[in-house]
């Protein structure tokens, strides 16, 4: 069994996630983390859909440590393969549909003979019983057996409630029916007389079918909620065509994509699945990255690019080198932050633990104490006897028990969708209290790739030749084709958009400064000031306050030199993503003041501002690394909770400071780790989506709290009052449960 290895703080530490079996309510959440918790330097994280629980536990404590704890507690558990989690037990809905059936078909006849004095014939009271007996048996049965095992361990759950309830109702029952076998030897409106029997067969028969339809719909509903993260992780190839050296020639080979291994190579055609994560060493192609990003335009990939596993390749054959397999692929690491997030808990439903695990014993003295006061204030057994089952079915929490997990395992599922990795429950609450949203401009705002703006024809010197700006563009772009520099390759790429460039030769270059070769028998000389001085080349005054207008407005400019004179210059800036306008308006509404954070320059910086609509009050230009945890920190100093986006190395330290981190899916590992959300893809306007979907995640969480509470606070003493029919109670309990989930299933149909 594997295991994920994580750092604890004081020791080293695992994440184990088991699949817990048996579990029912609230009650049974609260006491396996309980349980679990005792153990030494153990954290548990029980979820109630998922039948799961994530562990962080120390080297010292075993898996089947952890199992017997869980086993002893009176439920069964196996610890869960890290590559597929959320993988518990499909069989649920099926199993109970067939307990479901039998109840239904046998309660309707019980209810109608019960109920319907004109059905009713000599002796039908035997007839209900046989009826009643296999449904309060074998229908109820997980409600007996769990009962039972919480017994043992002096322990109560909601299906104690339950069990008691609907044995109290059938055995009270039962025995008005041995004791005084006559009691319903006349049937249809003659037995209707003063002394008509007090059977409660069909209540036993109708609260286990309501309870079961109830458990039924929430089993199916509970799967469909959790179809999001298992559609993730079968997201990836299941065959990988892998280059094999045959008898001295390079040639294909099928092999199943889970026993790739780092730098094996691959071969993906048009329309296939990119078997792992890898770098692409030949060929030329756009990959569909949607399925992991949510966007819909593909990527261009040359070689030299990265690739991710699962994402698919639309047009031309590329090779792929392998660099990361199995449960380090992006894909697998998706999986497991889902998995993690839904099986957490929010600082909220910390309230409703809480109260479950007094809930059930304070549920059975209050029928017990509603029992002895109606039959002491009455003198009536029946209405005693009702009102105490009423309330014993009517409390059952399991609405409080699923209010948490099934918004959280809808809302991360359909992030996951969407690209949007939510990496705690802890988070949805922190989206709701940011106010400030520091966004990095390079990356995150923008492209990150520079593009050319503008090229420049300065007039010659007296005696020396004058060059066109197309000239100018055309050389230059020659000899900056020979650099690998980002600034040197927009150049070359811009140029080329022209026509095919020349050949340089003699070419020489600097790190940070600049590039020189032969072109066409010029002598051209593209970089800095000081690459150009290093050469003995000087602009003009006029061409020097030129370059400086250039770069006060915002833009990056290269000196072109041709023959040791300066030819012009061309100047580039960092492109604005498509939708950063639209997201930071997106912002604004959600109630956040965006703030521009770069190691640009102002000029840069108000330029990038200008065209989102930034206040320019609110950019911070020329910011260190350092200097960007500093300026979180002030803004938090100054009384805002502020969220950070960003993708680089150089964020990571700001997006841990921050309140909330949110990383760029496009950026490094360090700054997606140091982050709270992560958006797969590069647009902007998944920031926002993101943090929308938090926030109603959140929203749908405290709404289902609410209801469950409010349903419990007012049922309880409405059936203490005798207000209420215990098969009433029965559905209404079912129907709690049912609203609570259908209301988190509404999750599904976000950022339709």
């Known amino acids: 069994m594997t295991t994920q290895q994580i750092p604890g703080t004081g020791q080293e530490q695992r994440v184990v996630e088991l699949a817990i079996q048996g579990m029912t309510c609230a009650s049974c959440v609260s006491r396996v983390e309980r349980k679990l918790g005792k153990l030494d330097g153990v954290e548990a994280s029980v979820n109630l859909p998922l039948e799961s629980a994530v562990v962080r536990v120390p080297a010292s404590v075993s898996d089947q440590d952890l199992i017997d704890t869980v086993v002893a507690t009176g439920y069964g558990a196996h610890v869960v393969h890290p590559d597929h989690p959320g993988d518990t037990h499909d069989h649920t809905p099926s199993l109970l549909g067939a307990r479901l059936a039998l109840a239904a078909v046998l309660s309707v006849p019980v209810l109608l003979i019960s109920m319907v004095p004109g059905l009713q014939f000599p002796d039908w009271g035997w007839v209900v019983f046989a009826l009643a007996l296999p449904v309060v048996t074998w229908s109820a049965w997980p409600f007996h057996r769990a009962a039972a095992v919480n017994a043992r361990h002096l322990s109560s759950t909601m299906d104690t409630l339950v069990s008691i309830g609907v044995t109290a109702a059938f055995l009270f029952s039962a025995w008005q029916l041995f004791s005084d076998p006559a009691l319903t030897k006349h049937g249809g409106v003659e037995g209707m007389t003063m002394d008509a029997p007090s059977l409660y067969f069909e209540v036993a028969a109708v609260v286990v079918t309501f309870l079961l339809l109830g458990r039924f719909l929430e089993a199916s509903a509970k799967r469909r909620a959790g179809n999001a993260l298992k559609s993730l992780l079968s997201l990836g190839a299941k065959e990988a065509r892998v280059l094999r050296t045959v008898d001295g020639r390079r040639t294909e080979v099928t092999i199943p994509a889970d026993t790739l291994i780092p730098g094996d190579e691959f071969v993906v055609r048009p329309g296939e699945k990119i078997a792992t994560d890898g770098i692409v060493t030949d060929g030329h192609s756009a990959v569909d990255t949607a399925l992991l990003t949510g966007e819909s335009i593909p990527v261009e990939v040359t070689p030299g690019d990265a690739v991710t596993g699962a994402t698919i390749n639309t047009s031309g054959r590329l090779v792929v080198r392998a660099t990361r397999v199995g449960s380090d692929t992006v894909l697998s690491s998706m999986g497991r932050l889902v998995s993690q997030a839904q099986s957490g808990k929010a600082r909220i439903a910390r309230l409703a633990d809480r109260i479950s695990a007094v809930f059930v014993p304070v549920v059975l003295v209050l029928a017990v104490l509603t029992f002895v006061l109606w039959l002491v204030l009455t003198g009536d057994l029946d209405a005693a006897f009702t009102a105490s089952v009423t309330v014993l079915v009517i409390a059952c929490p399991c609405a409080l028990g699923l209010a948490t997990p099934t918004a959280l395992l809808t809302g991360t599922g359909r992030g996951a969708q969407l690209g949007i990795l939510i990496r705690g429950p802890q988070v949805l609450e922190d989206t709701r209290t940011v106010d400030t949203i520091v966004l990095d401009k390079t990356g995150t705002v923008t492209t990150g790739v520079m593009a050319v703006g503008d090229v420049v024809a300065l007039a010659g010197t007296p005696g020396a030749p004058a060059f066109s700006a197309a000239e100018v563009l055309r050389l230059a772009g020659a000899v900056e084709a020979a650099s690998e520099h980002p600034i040197a390759r927009a150049i070359a790429q811009h140029a080329e958009g022209f026509g095919p460039l020349p050949e340089v030769r003699g070419f020489s270059s600097a790190p940070g400064g600049g590039v020189r070769g032969d072109v066409d028998g010029v002598t051209v000389t593209?970089?800095?000031?000081?690459?150009?001085?290093?050469?003995?080349?000087?602009?003009?005054?006029?061409?020097?306050?030129?370059?400086?207008?250039?770069?006060?407005?915002?833009?990056?400019?290269?000196?072109?030199?041709l023959d040791d004179t300066v030819a012009g210059f061309i100047t580039l800036s960092d492109t604005v993503k498509d939708g950063s306008a639209t997201a930071v308006e997106r912002l604004r509404r959600l109630g956040l003041r965006p703030v521009l954070l770069t190691g640009d320059n102002r000029a840069v910086a108000l330029r990038v501002a200008e065209s989102v609509g930034i206040d320019a009050a609110d950019v911070r230009a020329g910011v260190t690394p350092a200097g960007k945890v500093e300026a979180i920190r002030d803004l938090q100093a100054a009384g805002a909770t502020v969220a950070m986006a960003g993708d680089g190395v150089n964020d990571a330290a700001a997006l841990a400071q921050a309140d909330l981190g949110i990383a760029m899916g496009s950026g490094t590992d360090v700054a997606i780790e140091a982050a709270d959300l992560t958006v797969m893809g590069n647009s902007l306007e998944q920031v926002a989506q993101a943090i929308e979907l938090s926030r109603r995640t959140l929203g749908t969480i405290k709404g289902n709290l609410f209801w469950a509470f409010f349903y419990n606070a007012v049922g309880i003493p409405v059936a203490a009052f005798g207000l209420l029919n215990p098969m009433l109670a029965g559905a209404a309990m079912a129907a709690s449960s049912v609203l609570v989930v259908a209301n988190s299933l509404r999750l599904r149909g976000f950022g339709r």
Do not use: C, K, S, Y
């Not at 593209?526 to 001085?533: M, P």
């Open 526 to 561: 593209a970089g800095q000031a000081g690459w150009l001085e290093h050469h003995g080349i000087r602009p003009t005054d006029a061409g020097a306050a030129a370059f400086g207008a250039a770069q006060e407005a915002g833009t990056t400019a290269v000196w072109v030199a």
